[in-house]
């Protein structure tokens, strides 16, 4: 599953983990409709923010990823996030770039790929695992009577309420999070938000298929109005790395299969 979590985006950079339990379904939890008015607050708000998450993968209960992945959002078109294995993700209005930093790829879309996208550049930018921040909002307050609070927990000694969405909400993360190999399905998805920020702090997955795979995020730090300057969204790659510019010819599909292919053959060297 974002087993490519590393290239997965920014839509990382607002969520978390925590173990899931069993919720009753509250259908008219007012404890939700207050999480849910100050999310949508934070969807409005521009401030710049960073953020400092801890990934981890696992499969079949065997820790296979373990890492660190710093955000910074100067507002919701402006983003760069920076993985522990190398990966960046620059993310602009007029330039999307994503390096896969143990293969050396990169995948650069220009301005003029993200004009002729028009209308569709989300949802294709989503298609190679690009996703825009307020994705996640957006799924939890449209989902809002499939969401239960389920339990209590303390992250980042943020006190928060863990909320569990049921079995016709959780399998939507898929598309949210993208990146999941085939004959994967997510049926556990429990987020932890802030009681008074309702900042989300921690995300918890699991997922189903011909292995057993857990996925957590904890956001460890946040930083509200840091610095952050022009020169932070700019990057240059390795004179090693390859580069692979998506021409507005060419679909999310097609870029992830050719990212995918250019994956496995570097690393395969």
Known sequence: ?????????????????????????????????????????????????????HIQVAVNGQTQEDRIQETWVQDWQHLR???????VLVYTPELVMLYHGP????????????????????AELAVLGINTPKEPFKL???????LSISGEDTIADEACWVLTCDKELAPKWKAIL???PEG??????????????????????????????TVSVTIEEV?????????LFTFK????????????????????????QSIVERQGQ
Not at 7 to 36: E, K
Not at 103 to 122: I, N
Not at 186 to 206: N, S
Request: charged share 30%; with cysteine.
């Open 1 to 53: 599953m974002l087993y490519r979590l590393a290239r997965w985006s920014a839509v990382l950079a607002v969520v978390c983990s925590i173990c899931s339990t069993t919720g009753v379904w509250a259908q008219n939890d007012t404890r939700i409709d207050t999480l849910l008015e100050k999310l949508q607050a934070l969807t409005e708000d521009e401030e710049p923010v960073f953020l400092r998450q």
């Open 81 to 87: 996030m920076d993985a522990s294995d190398g990966t």
């Open 103 to 122: 293969s050396k790829v990169l995948v650069t879309a220009p301005k003029e790929t993200l004009d002729a996208l028009g209308d569709r550049r989300e």
């Open 140 to 146: 939890l307050r449209e989902g809002k009577e499939h």
């Open 178 to 180: 993208s990146g999941i």
């Open 184 to 213: 994967f399905e997510i049926t556990v998805a429990d987020i932890a938000v802030g009681k008074e920020t309702a900042m989300p702090r921690q995300l918890y997955f699991e997922l189903t298929g011909p292995v057993r795979l």
């Open 223 to 231: 930083e509200k109005d840091p610095e952050i300057t022009d020169d």
């Open 237 to 260: 790659a390795p004179d090693d790395a390859l580069t692979l510019t998506w021409t507005p010819d060419k679909s999310g599909a097609e870029m992830r299969k050719l990212l995918e």
